[in-house]
């Protein structure tokens, strides 16, 4: 992870010296392990507490390559740490250190990634390679670091971790689920020796490649299996060092096991992990031939095995659709609300789909968790002569907590002329038709707080009223009345003109790019999903005339519903397919995997996707035109390093033809239960677009406190041109959203800074009082943002003092308009809207301070 500015450096003459003399020296605090010790951390999933740049990413630390590293920021307790994929009795670990290296530091073992064991404690670290006897088990192995030996941050070549993993126990077939399969190789020596002879269970017959390094054999083994060992019967030609590796789509590998020093003869690998695909990934040679096997053997633990997935079906039973002459319409939809009116943080998901038609006399009232859609391919084929609404009355009349809620691709005649939407974060309005007006504010004209429109007309006039903040997209409308203190507009026919901060209207002619929201329609009577073309320098609706973009059948989308496991939605993801999550909660225990390039994942009444031990619920592959859309991610009660990631560390491929986008894709950390995260939504990415985003840590709800659901940091962007359209990040610990890719631009902004800080002394930045809202990176050359708000609202110790909202470097290159600072009722300041500039917040009047322009 990323967690403080990078900054390219060089090490003095003096550590390079110390780098070369202290290279060739081996630290020996213990007796070594012995010569049979496997290395068992190459290849494995890393993390770490931070990174120095894109170029030294926690990866490189076990890649095997001693010309790549890690480093880490230039401050003391940083981390490195691997995951080798199940508990090992671990023998040594090796570091070889770059210059810059730990002078004190700990190696730690976890079982769960949370809680930790100390095996070895360096106090006087000389840097250089150091050979670590330990004793112990563990799944997690990391290096604290607790203090640097130089002014630099810390940084290794390699991190080697060494042992073996539990035998297989009675849960590990005896038979050899390769043999007979289809088997494939990089080459084969002569025709002799073909792959297949390799898992033909005749040990007088053998597989060998070409005499040359980097060969592989790899059987299928006909669906996804848990995998618990692997045999290599070696002829004399035998592979020195190579890797046992499974994927579940022979495309995309994970390495289950890394043999640095092989032995050639029978060797037994336990292994822990799944996949369909199994290969031996030869890197070094043991002699002059090729790599030659008698017999390669895979045994599978008893589990779930995973056969190949169907896509379309039925969408499950939390998915409700009407057609116009269905019976009790208002009686079903009624009942719903009645549920879901208060049930802020319940389980229950539901979805309203209204095929094509004309509805009469009718009023749909959305609670939570509670998704309204048409199911034209326009939104005038569905028309409701009646109210799509949201209101307060649950709440006092106070709608800043109407969370978790949207309405989609209908059109309404509102029974008074206007329809009402008083709705908070989380609550998008897309692809609606409105002939009439549109309210957004409670009855009785109480606290709003919202919210976000997108590619929507209003015939009528928009009003405003109480919202604090607004932000609206590539619509029309007649009118726009009232603000309080941010009302952003790009894209919109009838906007109100520039005129921040009085009225506070920020307004763009049009959006730079879009690309409007994946959503499910009829083509007759089969579903279908159209993913709409993406717009450069839109203005108004993208629908007039004819939708531009694709329709998928249903057929290509695995339909994922309550009970689904990761392991079959990666496998279904493996064989190509597309997913929707029908309404409902989904713990995953390992990564959902969207590798494959335009993959559409799309949810349903906003389905809810919480990872369970401390895994990143999902990460996007750094592949062109990924549509991430309509999902919750709720962080679990291990601590996840991110919940959402978008392209690996490193990531630098060119996707501005088609970019990946995340859309309404919101982040919970806490408020349904404990939970716990570094990151909300880390984008390594290039190019990808953000269009509407609530990133909460919890200051309401179950599991919420400064210590009881920890988060540090909401949307961390390490990609260049990267824009965000609607951004809305609440109350984490350290930077809600930090920036350090090129080109970066963001369209709206809302923040509330952290309500539960417990002094000032919790949220100090070094010299700097408090961790800005919104900080680019020194190193950024080109920046800009519209329409960026901050508050404050330090419940706990009113007297905290924030320097800033904003933090950016003062270069021509990164600008910024319209932005501002308030203080709620008082509770904490601000001292300036960004740097130094603008004036400090106003004690209790809760009157913003303001910048149009900076610098």
Same mark, same amino acid.
């Given at each position: ?30 007796? *070594? ?67 810059? =290296? ?96 390799? &898992? ?70 336990? &292994? ?48 409700? &659709? ?31 789909? $209204? ?39 649950? #709440? ?184 929707? #999550?029908?309404?409902?909660? =989904? ?22 996707? *919480? ?120 109350? $984490? ?15 709206? #902004? ?20 408090? #961790? ?41 290159? &990164? ?41």
């Amino acid at each position: 992870m990323r967690l403080a500015s990078a900054r390219p450096r060089r090490a003095p003459a003096a550590l390079l010296g110390l780098a070369l003399l202290s290279g060739t020296a081996l630290a020996l605090p213990g007796p *070594v392990a012995h010569a049979a010790d496997t290395l068992i951390s190459q290849g494995r999933s890393v993390t770490a507490s931070s990174t120095e740049n894109g170029g030294t990413p926690a990866a490189a630390a076990v890649d095997g390559d001693t010309g790549t590293r890690w480093s880490s920021a230039a401050s003391d307790q940083q981390w490195l740490q691997v995951d080798l994929g199940a508990v090992a009795d671990l023998t040594k670990v090796v570091l070889n250190w770059e210059a810059a =290296y730990g002078r004190s530091y700990q190696i730690q073992a976890s079982d769960d990634g949370a809680n930790w064991r100390t095996l070895y404690t360096a106090a006087n670290g000389a840097g250089g390679t150091e050979a670590l006897a330990v004793s112990g088990s563990g799944r997690y192995v990391r290096m604290n670091g607790l203090t640097r030996g130089t002014g630099y941050g810390y940084s290794l070549w390699e991190f080697q971790v060494f042992g073996t993993f539990a035998p297989a126990g009675s849960d590990c077939a005896a038979a050899n689920a390769a043999q007979g399969r289809p088997v494939t190789a990089s080459s084969t020596e002569n025709a002799g020796t073909p792959a297949a002879a390799a &898992v033909d269970g005749d040990t007088g017959t053998r597989w060998s490649s070409a005499a040359s390094d980097q060969q592989w054999l790899q059987v299928d083994l006909g669906a996804v299996r848990p995998l618990c060992r692997v045999v290599l019967n070696w002829e004399a030609a035998y592979g020195r060092s190579y890797q046992i590796q499974a994927s579940d789509d022979g495309a995309n590998w994970r390495t289950l096991a890394g043999i640095a020093n092989g032995r050639g003869g029978t060797e037994t690998l336990a &292994v822990s992990g799944s996949g369909r695909y199994v290969r031996m990934n030869g890197t070094a040679r043991g002699t002059a031939w090729g790599y030659s096997l008698w017999e390669f053997q895979v045994n599978t633990a008893d589990g779930p095995t995973v056969p190949p997935v169907q896509g379309g079906g039925d969408l499950g039973p939390n998915v409700l &659709v009407f057609d116009p002459a269905t019976p009790g319409i208002q009686a079903k939809v009624d009942e719903v609300f009645a549920q879901q009116e208060s049930n802020q943080f319940g389980d229950a998901r539901y979805a309203l789909l $209204f095929k094509p038609g004309s509805y009469q006399n009718l009023n749909v009232q959305l609670g939570f968790y509670t998704s309204v859609a048409g199911l034209g391919l326009k939104p005038d084929d569905t028309l409701v002569n009646g109210d799509v609404t949201v209101d307060a009355g649950w #709440f006092n009349g106070n709608a800043t907590q109407n969370f978790w809620r949207s309405a989609e691709n209908l059109a309404l005649n509102p029974v008074s002329g206007t329809d009402r939407w008083a709705v908070a974060q989380a609550a998008p309005f897309r692809r609606m038709h409105v002939k009439g007006g549109l309210n957004l504010a409670p009855a009785g004209y109480g606290w709003a707080s919202g919210g976000y429109i997108a590619d929507s007309r209003i015939d009528g006039s928009v009003g405003n009223y109480s919202q604090q903040q607004w932000y609206t997209r590539d619509s029309a409308v007649g009118g726009f009345s009232n603000g309080v203190w941010n009302q952003t507009f790009s894209g919109v026919q009838g906007a109100p003109a520039q005129s921040f901060p009085n009225p506070p209207y920020t307004t763009l002619d049009t959006t730079p790019v879009s690309r409007e929201k994946p959503f499910l329609y009829l083509d007759g009577n089969d579903y279908k999903v159209f993913v709409p073309a993406k717009r450069t320098n839109a203005r108004g609706v993208s629908w007039d005339g004819t939708p531009q973009g694709a329709s998928l059948p249903l057929d290509r989308f695995y339909l994922v519903k309550p009970g689904a496991t990761a392991a079959t939605i990666n496998a279904a993801l493996a064989q190509g397919l597309n997913l929707i #999550f029908t309404p409902g909660v =989904y713990h995953v225990d390992r990564p959902i995997e969207v590798t494959r390039p335009d993959t559409v994942v799309l949810g349903l009444g906003l389905a809810t996707v *919480v990872p369970d031990n401390g895994v990143t619920a999902i990460k996007v592959a750094d592949v062109d035109g990924v549509r991430l859309a309509g999902l919750l991610v709720d962080a679990g009660p291990v601590r996840s390093a991110a919940l959402v990631q978008v392209g690996p560390d490193g990531s630098g491929a060119d996707h501005s033809a088609d970019p990946t986008s995340l859309q309404d894709v919101f982040i919970r950390v806490g408020g349904a239960g404990p939970g716990s995260a570094t990151a909300g939504i880390v984008v390594n990415s290039d190019d990808v677009l953000i269009d509407h985003t609530w990133i909460w840590r919890a200051d309401h709800g179950a599991g919420v406190g400064w210590d009881t659901n920890p988060a540090d940091y909401g949307l961390l962007v390490r990609g260049d041109d990267v824009l965000g359209t609607g951004l809305f990040v609440e109350h $984490f610990k350290k930077y809600d959203v930090e920036w350090s890719g090129e080109r970066g631009r963001t369209v709206f #902004f809302q923040n509330e800074k952290a309500y539960d800080a417990p002094n000032q002394a919790a949220v100090q930045n070094g010299p700097t009082k408090g #961790f800005a809202a919104y900080k680019v990176d020194d190193s950024v050359t080109v920046h800009e943002g519209w329409g960026l708000g901050s508050y404050c609202y330090f419940n706990v110790d009113p007297t905290i003092r924030m320097d800033h909202g904003f933090e950016a470097p003062v270069r021509p290159g &990164v600008r910024f308009h319209d932005l501002l600072v308030v203080s709620l009722g008082g509770n904490g300041q601000y001292e300036h809207v960004v740097n130094s500039t603008g004036a400090a917040t106003s004690g209790t009047a809760t009157t913003p301070s303001t910048v149009v322009s900076f610098p």
